[in-house]
């Protein structure tokens, strides 16, 4: 039984030991030359440390929301599209597992036209 | 599963509703002064579903696999919903001017919200009950919040969107757990597996679940704190459509749940809940209404109350109580949309509060929209030759043949403490003098009028045949 995992446990060896030694080889070899920039906390290019009331500008919700939105899209046209062949031959499904994703996707579509249209992807 | 074109024709009306959103949305952005256009074209799309949901209300059928149900009490809502966002649409055209919210969009999510109580009203599958109930909530959080530079407007929403998604959670666990008790989602298989033997606890639970989460969509006594900020702080002729329409979509998902437990074994499960949700509903609305200055908080304390006294019929648990909770509905809808109709008339620009006082001597300086308002307050209170007064009939009727006498006797009475309230705005309107400082303008609007007439007139008809109504939703 425990012999089925001993491909696991090498697996999570070979990661646990390969992560730990880049981390100390660079530390061990590389040149060190230290500022407080690069000891700070790296968050993306933001600040670290501060306040957590901070003001932030009404486009990055509208990037996440609309960001949430097609991404819904892909979870839907994804499955549809590894099973359309099966759902194709079907005889009692046949034309209309195409027409209706076609259906979904014109009404997304128009959604989609409707932020271009308003600026919604306009970042000024 | 099957699908056939005829099940296409069954959903027409949704179907109707869906491309009229699809079509909003492209005259919209390719169109600057859409607005006109939009408003009229959703009150003649929504005056056309109507009429055709009445003209294929002997169509019943069950379609996409079990997943909807079409005809009879469904297509009666239907054409609620249908004919009351055409008088909402009538009454918003000038409204939205006033109010500054003059966007094409504001027709687009009624359009949506009336998409989303139609596939509330038509489920027989508790995942269509959520998507409905999800796409009518989201419009209203965002119609609610529509004013976007008004304070209050802004609270209503956040308000409204806080404790409703807060509710969501309710419904989707109780849908949860019934799925985990029968493990099914479809409505009468749920309840034919109820019907057998032992019914697990989990069962119960879940239901719970479901009734308090839909309690606090129609604004039940317990789970009504967000409905007085939520109505007054909306635009009015938002508020006029959550508290009709939206209050009728909620309680066709709870006839969904409660109408195939009429049928089986043990039919008063739930009687001792809603008994006491409607005893709290009425007393409480109506006892807190009497110390209302502004108008809105005052109708909306009211809501409560008919809330109140619809889940009256729910706890009768019969077939007299189902049809008069559809015709109450039908009756509050057309009142309430005719009364919040010219509140949006009357109330002043901007901050201006829509206190009682402000109505004063309104009979000298508008006598039309003074008798309206009057006629409309008369059937709230539920007076006889009007609908108010037959939704309130049927429903203590369907309580009195369910053995619940003191419900009945209850609900009375507390409709004699409502008249109070109502009929203190008629005093106010005919017999106090107006003084400068509430004399604010009242809004010059020919289509808000047609809207508050329309409304009129199918109160008074109501109220003249109930009983053909009555039977027709009987027929089912």
Known sequence: ?124 | MNLTSTDYLNILPLLLVGAGILISLTVEMYSKKSVGFLSWFSFLLHLLVAYYSLYTVNNVSSVFGGMMGTGGTVNIFYFIFNFGAAIVALLSMDYIKKAEIYFGEYYILLQSAVLGMMLMASATDLVMVFIGLELMSICFYVLAGFQRKNVRSNEASLKYFLLGSFTTGFIVYGMALIYGASGSLNIQSIFSMLSAESTPILFYVGTLLFIIGFCFKIAAFPFHMWVPDVYQGAPTSVTAMMSTIGKAAAFSALLLIMLPLIGSKNPQTFTPLFTVLSAASMIFGSIVALAQTDIKRMLAYSSIAHAGYMLIGLAAANDTGASGIVFYLAAYAFMNLGAFGIVSLIEGNGDTEGTIESYAGLSDRNPLLAGLLALFMFTLSGLPPFAGFFGKYYVFIASLEAGNVWIAVLGALSSAISAYFYLRIIVVMYFRKSDVASDNIITESHTSLLGIVISAILVIMMGLTPGSIVRLINSF
């Open chain 1, 1 to 124: 039984m425990i012999e089925t995992y001993i491909p696991l446990f090498l697996v999570f060896g070979f990661a646990i030991i390969f992560a730990a030694g880049t981390v100390m080889s660079s530390g061990l070899f590389g040149p060190q030359r230290p500022n407080e920039e690069k000891l700070s906390t790296y968050e993306s290019g933001m600040k670290p440390v501060g306040t957590a009331f901070e003001r932030v500008s009404i486009k990055y919700y509208l990037v996440a929301m609309l960001f949430i939105i097609f991404d819904l899209e892909v979870i839907f046209v994804y499955p549809w599209a590894v099973q359309f062949i099966s759902l194709y031959t079907d005889p009692a499904i046949g034309t209309h597992a195409f027409y209706s994703m076609l259906l979904f996707l014109v009404v997304f579509e128009i959604g989609f036209l409707y932020v271009y249209k308003k600026g919604g992807f306009k970042w000024d």
